[in-house]
């Protein structure tokens, strides 16, 4: 007997329950059929989902049917639950869409078609409600194959020719045996759903039960059981807790078998648990089993430490992007309930919905709420009622914004009460968005140990860590431990917590901080009498649009908007079409505030006078500590800047004279030269390498190899030349690739490497662009061949400093080696490792040299 696991996804009210509660009954497994509008489905359980109408939760059911067993897990249709949907779909055999009649292809289903894309799940799919007026087979089929995929089949009537045709040109093989034979077989279809190659389709009503049990039959004739692995694995999908208060570890076991009072264990716990009791649910009701095989959708309890998107086992972890929640609310206790204790609760509902955000506020003891929108709000307060019997109210909604930097500085955090040592260096850089925060350390261990460096570490990762704006979290910026220092006697573990914290502050109090807000991606649709309104609508919520798309009588809208414009537009929308509009928002992430001086002003924070996050300093003097301001930290330092390394301000001063007048390559000769002074002032002299000999000329036969050959004669290179470029670093340097990322950060990489070609080609260099964990994800890094340059992207978790480190230590000894960055603590490795170094800037003023000799050339010619 096969065993499949199905999940049922429908944009909101297009009868994906009712779909469920006919298959059950259609199967035999239910006497009754239920109706949501009853209040009496089979899989709605909770008493809102039966209030209002929809899903809320995943359920689960069994269904028996011929020789296969199926488990029907149905998922929410509401956007704001759209997280839970997506959790379910890692388990998933095949999925059922189903689509209504009416309404067509909508705006939440095209997300639900990227997201089965995306996790590569078979997918059947069911047009519903087609009794009702209004709905229209060949509109439907003509919209699926538009605007989902062009290989949608219908499969109402599957022995005539033309279905056959429809199914041949789906896929290559099956077109030439259809030629050959003039036949298709059952095993060739099975295998075209299995690769998402066919998309069967079929027609009915769900609540007439029309077309369900031929649908029954198509999905138990077309689908097969995965193979799996002997070995044990498992996926967690849902965490939950039954009626008695124990917790439910929902997983799907991929491999092997799961036994009762096997142990589990788990790479980020130390301890192993073990399986206490098996539950295979079916709706409300479950079945304890003493052992789940390969295929099986269970609930276990003794598991504590796993959750959703968990691997275990043989099985990875997924890497599942989670809606981030973009409002926050104040919970307001009644009936004189402990905050603490409440917070204890509702830390439980934390961990079984990752969407959910709990957050206390120890400076006014006070708990906070972080949520997708107020539907969840109003879910959220009747599970606390239910489960926990406490009465909450909330606050009136604000947005999450959240900060980041524009330039890299260095935070610096001393902490020296009497008998107390701790110093502790960092440099912040920006990062892209959507990067989050991430924590490094290029520290090395003759300057401070290990254990220390992993102790600084661990309080990065801790805590938190918020803006000088508005006290909001910090995002999009890397941390990297570049130094610090420890007394032999004097420091403790919590000496490095409090300089780390500090030298956090003290970097983001240095830099050039940015207000991020949440914003929408979002899809409108409108009647077209109304698009002018809509237009001016968005324009005047500060949002942005692609040209409108006309669709019969509706036109439609795409684009961007602040959430804290759109956030209540839906009842505007629906006031001024009449119900006839409809709009669908998804969050894309955080974009620099539209209105952040307002914002700052309204909010009020004062990161100076935040005692609990202090930017200042502590050191020692005559046996009493004393508090520095964050400004004035770097006079005060024991250690030397890593953006400035030298003792001697004269010496910095005239680097930076150095570099304001490099307008061309001698410039850029001279500069190396003065800042070999100041590191060999600092760090000693260091071996010069012999001058290689001088290469043979070749005879120019272009445009390109005599303008080379003219650059050979005035700069007289020796030896082999290599140039290694910090591929970012230049393309936010030069200000005309800094615009073009702002609509395509790819078309920006793509130029740059077009303007790399030519010039190699002129120079003659060996040159290597390197990007930042660009390409590669894991533990290789790849190397491309372009039109003579060689393009490296790293491998996970290696930036380009640590790659152009570690290729000009080993090129420099015996080749000419420059490297082309503006990142100033890269410079003095540049130097340390014999290589020359070439300002963003500088390298520009030499490209355009090179064009313009180039266009000489071809012109001359």
């Known amino acids: 007997m096969k065993k499949i696991a199905v999940g049922i996804l429908a944009h909101v009210d297009s009868g994906k329950t009712t779909l469920s509660e006919a298959l059950m009954y259609c199967s035999g497994n239910i006497t009754k059929l239920g109706r949501v509008d009853h209040r009496d489905s089979f899989l709605d359980t ?30 929410p249709g509401h956007i704001d639950f759209s997280a839970e949907a997506e959790r379910t779909l890692q388990v998933l055999d095949y999925a059922i869409l189903v689509i209504s009649g009416t309404s067509g292809v909508q705006s939440h289903t095209t997300t639900l078609w990227k997201l089965l894309k995306r996790y590569n799940v078979p997918c059947f799919i069911f047009v519903n409600k087609m009794d009702l007026d209004g709905a229209d087979k060949l509109s439907v089929m003509a919209q699926l194959r538009t605007n989902l995929d062009e290989n949608c089949v219908d499969f109402t009537y599957r022995n005539t020719d033309s279905f056959k045709e429809s199914v041949a040109v789906c896929d290559d093989e099956i077109l030439e045996k259809f030629y050959d034979t003039d036949n298709i077989e059952k095993s060739d279809i099975i295998r075209a759903v299995k690769q998402r190659k066919l ?8 609540l007439k039960l029309e077309g369900v049990k031929e649908f029954l039959n198509c999905l138990d004739e077309y689908t097969e059981m995965p193979v799996y692995s002997e070995e044990f694995g498992a996926k967690v999908f849902k965490i939950s807790e039954d009626t008695q208060g124990n917790r439910l570890t929902f997983l799907k076991v991929t491999g092997g078998s799961l036994k009762v009072r096997e142990i589990i264990k788990s790479d980020k716990n130390i301890n192993s648990e073990k399986v206490n009791r098996i539950r295979v649910y079916s709706g409300e009701k479950f079945t304890a089993i003493d052992e789940a095989a390969a295929g099986t959708v269970c609930a276990v309890t003794g598991i504590t430490f796993a959750k959703p998107g968990d691997g275990l086992g043989i099985e990875s972890d997924s890497d599942i992007p989670m809606l981030e929640p973009v409002l926050t609310y104040r919970v307001d206790l009644q009936d004189g309930v402990d905050p603490h204790t409440a917070l204890a609760k509702l830390r439980i509902l934390e961990s079984e919905d990752p969407q959910l955000n709990v957050v206390w506020n120890s400076r006014l003891s006070e708990i906070h709420i972080q949520l997708m929108g107020d539907i969840q709000l109003e879910v959220l307060k009747s599970i606390i009622s239910e489960r926990f019997k406490m009465n909450v109210e909330f606050s009136t909604g604000s947005i999450i914004y959240k900060e980041t930097i524009e330039n890299a500085v260095e935070g610096v955090g001393h902490f020296e009460p009497l008998r107390h040592y701790a110093e502790v260096h960092l440099l912040l850089k920006p990062l892209k968005r959507g990067s989050g925060i991430i924590i490094n350390s290029r520290c090395k261990e003759d300057l401070l140990d290990r254990n220390w460096q992993r102790l600084i570490l661990t309080h990065l990762h801790e805590k938190t860590h918020i803006g000088v704006l508005t006290g909001s979290p910090i995002t999009d910026i890397e941390i990297t431990l570049v130094s610090g220092k420890a007394h032999a006697k004097h420091t403790e573990g919590g000496d490095f917590r409090q300089a780390t914290y500090r030298a956090v502050r003290q970097g983001l109090r240095s830099a050039k901080s940015v207000l991020l807000e ?21 324009q005047r919520m500060n949002g942005t649009f692609a040209p409108p798309e006309s669709k019969g009588e509706m036109t439609t809208l795409s684009g961007t908007c602040p959430v804290s414009e759109m956030g209540s537009y839906t009842k505007d929308v629906m006031q001024y079409t009449h119900g006839k509009g409809r709009l669908a928002c998804i969050l894309k992430g955080y974009e620099p505030c539209h209105n952040a001086d307002e914002v700052i002003e309204s909010i009020g924070y004062d990161c100076d006078s935040d005692v609990e996050n202090p930017c200042s300093s502590v050191f020692c003097s005559h046996g009493a500590g004393y508090n520095v301001s964050w400004d004035e930290v770097p006079q005060h330092m024991h250690l030397p800047s890593i953006l400035e390394p030298t003792k001697e301000d004269s010496a910095a001063t005239k680097s930076e004279n150095a570099f304001a007048k490099c307008k061309n390559q001698d410039d850029v000769f001279a500069l190396d030269k003065e800042l070999m002074q100041i590191f060999e002032q600092t760090y000693g002299p260091i071996t010069q390498r012999k001058k290689a000999p001088e290469r ?8 390109i190899d005599k303008a080379a050959e003219k650059l050979k004669k005035s700069q007289q290179y020796g030896g082999t030349e290599y140039l290694l470029v910090d591929g970012y670093n230049v393309i936010f340097a030069w200000e005309h690739l800094k615009e073009l990322t702002e609509r395509s950060l790819d078309g920006a990489r793509q130029v740059l490497i077009n303007i790399l070609c030519n010039y190699q080609g002129y120079s003659k260099c060996n040159l290597i662009l390197v990007f930042d964990a660009y390409k590669v994800k894991g533990q290789y890094r790849e190397v491309e061949k372009v039109n003579g340059i060689s393009i490296v992207y790293t491998k996970e978790a290696e930036t380009t400093d640590m790659y152009i480190e570690k290729v000009t230590n080993k090129l420099a000894k015996n080749n000419r080696v420059r490297v082309v960055t503006s990142d100033a603590l890269e410079q003095m490795i540049i130097l340390g490792n014999g290589a020359l170094r070439v300002s963003s800037l500088a390298f520009l003023e030499e490209v355009r040299q090179a064009e313009d000799e180039i266009r000489k050339i071809i012109n001359n010619e």
């Open 46 to 75: 909770f008493s809102l989902e039966r209030d209002r109408g929809i899903t809320i939760f995943s359920k689960q059911a069994l269904m028996k049917y011929n020789d296969t067993d199926f488990t029907l897990l149905d998922t």
């Open 199 to 206: 998309f069967p389709c079929m027609f009915g009503s769900a």
């Open 518 to 538: 949440p914003v929408y991606e979002f899809t409108l649709e409108v009647p077209n009498e109304n698009i002018g309104r809509a237009m001016s609508d968005i």
């Open 696 to 703: 043979r000329k070749v005879t120019a036969v272009s445009a």
